[in-house]
């Protein structure tokens, strides 16, 4: 029975020694895991904050265009107004005439 003890205790060392190495292993897979998924999170953040980002720059573009799309038209109601109208501008390039002051 001795030499049976004596040949055990190598083979429960080695076998002690494999599950230790697998449990490293385990242990390490989890932290990646959890790393991975912190990375994840972050990513979705990011890419809410992006969107968040498009919109507003997209809102800003709108509003840009639409006030340059009114500075136009208020214009042209002003020459309107004044008798102006530039569809009908008594110049042949299309360029109003500006009358002469009076005693000239």
Do not use: H
Not at 77 to 96: C, F, H, I, K, S
């Amino acid at each position: 029975m001795s030499t049976e003890t004596a040949a055990a205790g190598p083979q429960a060392a080695n076998l002690a020694s494999i599950f230790q190495k697998a449990y490293a292993r385990a242990v390490a897979l989890q932290r990646m895991d959890e790393q991975i998924a912190a990375l994840l999170e972050q990513r979705q953040k990011l890419e809410n904050d992006f969107r968040d980002a498009q919109g507003e720059v997209n809102e800003e573009c709108e509003r840009m265009l639409k006030s340059a799309s009114i500075a136009p038209a208020k214009i042209l109601a002003q020459l309107a107004e004044a008798g102006a109208d530039p569809a009908n501008a008594n110049g042949a390039n299309g360029r109003m005439r500006i009358k002469a002051a009076a005693g000239r």
